[in-house]
């Protein structure tokens, strides 16, 4: 029944603005202070107060948009978009409606086969936040918190270019990466700094226009914008399919249930009686302004994903992870910035490294030692004095104990430096062979394959000091004799 359909989807997140202060006001801009506290009668909307215009909410804007590869908007007027909701003090919202700071572009995405598609993006504007009704508190009134009120938003528009659940959530994960790159908004869902918005609907595979669209809100993770879009598919075709009709609609969804509820139809822009605000000044962006701002930007996580499989080779896998938290990437670049063992370098910071982060609860920015010191390590393992698995199990664990102690000084003091002269090799080399004659015999037999089992063997005998590269060769040379 599915197979009869396609699925439009388009996106709309809201991403609340890293900023000291608040949208047009100097209000501090701060997650979990005591409710009502980070308020003015500015965000309470008094008769004689002027909002402010908070300049970086402006360069923020321009940063995302040029990252989407967007046009910029070079003259700009806010406007007030009406309704009246408990948590919304003036009445109005301030907001940016027939000229977007940001329009076009679009973000890269995987298909659910793999394959790049791009999305997109009808518009990034500016906007202020509502405050924040709260509901499970008192079991008789709701309550509603003003902090919120006034901090500064970016409204993320998708065109309806996804087709699936699973293509929502790349794109959620990739703007919330690009967010994060940034440095526009933390991309925390659960803490309401980014939300979504999914405009789903379906039609037959063969129609030429779209159905009716429903907005599913309230959900407080990807994972979730996931399950309700797939829940919204379900119902959809359902009801097309018992013949019934779909109405436009605004609908909740619930994550305990898995379902989405009908909260009330849907506004239509009139609805709100947008008109100009009289309080702000119209904005100017200038192309000088716009080239500064490029030229502060961070290199971004598609340009390191090309980087690291195209230049350096690694495998997509490696390069996905290495790129997908912003400090990690800054921590591999300044780890390659003095090696060309761009593998060693990928393994140990996928393995030994996330292993320990992972494990004390830490970032990379609390990670104890600096990629200086790891590259150190790496160049060990590049000169043959150690190998890898002496590296990543006996010297790194040494090196987060003692940070201040080279690897080359831990490596001498636990006598770990790999032995590569042929004498010492060879006295190891006759140990194993003397100690597992049933083995030789096998080999010698035509099982040989049991090279590695002697291998393991002489790693053992020697602690791990036998350089394997020139060990194996003299192995099996001491194996065929006679």
Known sequence: MRDKYQVVIGLEVHAQMLTKSKAYSSDVNEFGAMPNTNVSVITLGHPGTLPVMNKK??????????????????????ARKNYFYPDLPKGYQITQDKTPICTGGHIEIKDENGTARNIGITRIHMEEDAGKSIHDVDVYDTLVDLNRAGV???EIVSEP?????????????????LLRYLEICDGNMEEGSMRCDANISVMLKDASEFGTKVEVKNMNS????????EFEIGRQIEVL????????????????????????????????????EPDLQPISVTEKQIEAIKAEMPALPKELFEKY?????????????????????LYF?????????YKAAANLMMGEVKSYLNQNGLEITDFPLKPAQLSELIKLIDAGKISTSVANQRIFPEMVSNPAENPLAIATRLNLIQESDEGS?????????????????????????????FMGQLMKVSQGKADPKQANQLMRNLLEEA
């Open 57 to 78: 909410t402006i360069e923020y804007a321009i940063k995302l948009g040029l990252a989407c590869n967007c046009h910029i908007a070079e003259n700009q007027y806010f």
């Open 152 to 154: 500064p938003l970016l």
């Open 161 to 177: 270019d996804l087709r699936s659940s699973a293509e929502a959530y790349n794109y959620l994960v990739e703007v919330r990466k």
């Open 222 to 229: 990807i994972r979730n914008v996931q399950r309700a879009i």
């Open 241 to 276: 399919e018992t013949g019934g009709k779909l109405t436009q609609e605004t609908r909740s969804f619930d994550a305990l249930k898995g379902i989405t509820i009908s909260m009330r139809s849907k506004e239509a822009a009139n609805d709100y009686r947008y008109f100009p």
């Open 309 to 329: 499989t195209k230049e350096l080779s690694l495998s997509e896998y490696d390069a996905y992870n290495l790129t997908d938290q912003k400090y990690i990437a």
């Open 333 to 341: 670049e300044e780890l390659i910035s003095s090696i060309t063992n």
């Open 425 to 453: 090799l060879k006295a190891y080399i006759e140990q194993v062979i003397s100690q597992n004659p049933t083995e030789v015999e096998r080999y010698r037999g035509g099982e040989k394959q049991l090279v590695g089992f």
